[in-house]
């Protein structure tokens, strides 16, 4: 075949090389001549990583962090399921990504193949396979469904023809917008009527959430905030889309401080823009007083919580810029409505709430056990840590002391991979998505030892990629969900618990400057790599205590207990 020759991967490659920069691969049979193309023909930048599951987390981590479509890449079979997870992670996410695999040959399936279309139906993905005469077709129309209905999709590549010549369908394509969403038309009543409701409100709340941000609604429900006087909050994804001004609560539900969440119970009419309402942000049903209305802002076709009173269905921009024009009416007007809204919440005794959000439990310097309390050790961090930070979040107990300790500064500094399919050990590769998405600022990965080892490999991936990285090793010797659930409700322990694992050590070894940290003292190590300023991963492998309870953990015990009890 001659060097001019068009191959069917060389044709997908420079199809995606259009919509993507970044590829994040593991190479094996069946993609290696996609590969082969990505890196002799196309300008996409490659990131190897070191598991199958860790191509899909980083490149969900990468759109994450940079509202960009970005690539993973597996063989066939095996390689194909161990991305599953990852997959269905990004589904339920709803994240933009396309996903190139090998595929079964067109003369049929062999032992190691799998249905991947089936597969990938099973847990909401797309699923497309190129052909000779369409690659480059095929491969556009996975990008747009990607970006269209914001999920991500599998495109296989037949083994027998990725590297056969291409026939036809060479054209090249037309750039996509990667902020198109489907048209929805919006009730212009219905929203006259949620202005007034909202205007009228004594103590309004406005809270927005991941898909507000991605909507670049941020802006005009900010404005909409000041005009009505309203108290503001966020999704745990929604982290930054506000500023922290005399205004804003922080997060709402099971991660609010306190004080925070007597506020938004507080709230006469809520609009919630952008977030899905689950019930860690509903506190499970807690989270509204029972008068409240609420009032959900989505393109979906039903609200996503029962609790909701009546659905907008639109763009998020749309609909708060259309809320923004409606409730402006003269100056005079604008003026007593900002002040009837603050001075409701004033008289409920939220009128300056500034940093009400990290209105937390200091924590002590020792637990009982003698062990770090995470509480002290998230608040030392949020002061030595960068400003210029994006944190990522494995799953596990260990989630709730970020969100509510560190601050970002905007919605894409926050990444949690893994809480929507509730799966843990995708930290490592998303630090790895983060990392090629905003290579000048520092990634704090979070992690827990469970979810560590479960996703190992890929810590030398973290080493070898991110250019200034810290991790923070929560490390409890445990499964500390399952502790604080189940344990306690007399569950036998033993499966829970992990022994001692050296991380720092494990860190060393691949290439990265480490420390055991047992006391607060013990962070000056990572204070002096910090202040050196010289690029690389620190690994803290911090010793925290299994007796301090995160407050949302508490929450879903006892959420867990009444439904026990009821049965």
């Not at 609604?217 to 500023?243: M, P, Q, V």
């Not at 938004?264 to 509903?282: C, P, R, S, T």
């Not at 807690?286 to 393109?299: H, M, S």
Request: glycine share 10%; proline share 4%.
């Amino acid at each position: 075949m001659s060097e001019t020759t068009i191959t069917v991967s060389a044709a997908v490659a420079a199809e995606l090389e259009q919509h993507a920069s970044d590829v994040f691969a593991l190479m094996g049979n069946g993609n290696a001549w996609f590969l082969d193309a990505v890196v002799r023909r196309s300008a996409m930048r490659l990131t190897t990583v070191r598991h199958e599951a860790a191509t899909v987390a980083a490149a969900d981590a990468f759109y994450r962090a940079s509202g960009q479509l970005a690539v993973a890449t597996t063989t066939y079979g095996p390689g194909y399921t161990n991305a599953i997870t990852p997959l269905a992670e990004a589904a339920q996410a709803r994240i933009p990504l396309v996903l190139v695999v090998g595929d079964q040959p067109t003369s049929g399936r062999r032992p190691w193949d799998v249905d991947q279309a089936a597969i990938a139906d099973a847990v909401g993905a797309a699923a497309i396979v190129v052909g000779r005469g369409d690659a480059r077709s095929a491969t556009r129309r996975a990008v747009e469904t990607a970006l269209l209905e914001r999920r991500p999709v599998v495109l296989g590549i037949p083994y027998d023809v990725a590297h056969a010549q291409l026939e036809g369908d060479g054209v090249q394509s037309a750039s996509l917008d990667a902020a198109s969403e489907p048209f929805v038309s919006i009730d212009a009543e219905q929203l006259a009527g949620v202005a007034q409701a909202l205007a009228g409100a004594r103590r309004p709340l406005l809270l927005a959430g991941r898909g507000a941000h991605l909507a670049g609604a941020a802006e005009a429900l900010r404005e909409l905030a000041a005009r009505l006087g309203a108290r503001t909050a966020s999704s745990a994804l929604g982290s930054g889309i506000f500023a922290p001004d005399h205004r804003h609560l922080g997060i709402c539900g099971g991660f609010a401080s306190d004080r925070a969440a007597e506020a938004i119970e507080q709230a006469d009419v809520a609009l919630v823009v952008g977030a899905g309402l689950n019930q860690f942000q509903m506190r499970f049903g807690d989270a509204f007083a029972a008068d409240a209305r609420i009032v959900q802002v989505d393109i979906l076709d039903a609200a996503t919580n029962p609790r909701v009173d009546e659905l907008v269905r639109g763009d998020a921009r749309l609909v708060a810029e259309a809320l923004l024009a409606l409730t402006a009416g003269d100056a005079a007007a604008a003026e007593d409505s900002s002040r009837q809204g603050d001075e409701g919440w004033a008289a409920a005794g939220f009128g300056d709430v500034t940093g009400v959000h990290f209105e937390r439990q200091p924590g002590d310097a020792a637990a009982p056990d003698g062990r770090l309390d995470p509480r002290s050790l998230f608040h030392a961090l949020e002061r030595i840590l960068p400003a210029d930070r994006v944190i990522v979040q494995d799953g596990g107990h260990f989630i709730g002391w970020a969100p509510t300790h560190l601050s970002v500064a905007d919605p894409e500094r926050l990444l949690m991979v893994g809480t929507a399919f509730q799966t843990i050990g995708l930290g490592f590769p998303s630090a790895v998505g983060a990392g090629a998405a905003r290579p000048e600022s520092t990634i704090v990965l979070v992690s827990g030892d469970g979810g560590a080892l479960m996703g190992l490999a890929d810590l030398d991936s973290v080493v070898r990629t991110v250019r200034r990285g810290v991790i923070v090793l929560v490390n409890d010797a445990a499964y500390g969900a399952e502790v604080h659930q189940y344990a306690v409700r007399g569950v036998a322990e033993a499966p829970m618990l992990i022994e001692q694992v050296d991380f720092a050590a494990l860190g060393r070894g691949l290439g990265a400057t480490a420390a055991v940290i047992e006391t607060l003292d013990d962070l000056r190590q990572l204070e002096d790599w910090l202040a050196a300023g010289e690029d690389g991963v620190f690994v803290a492998d911090c010793r925290v205590s299994q007796q301090v309870v995160a407050p949302y953990m508490v929450e879903i015990r006892e959420a867990a207990m009444r439904a026990a009890a009821a049965d």
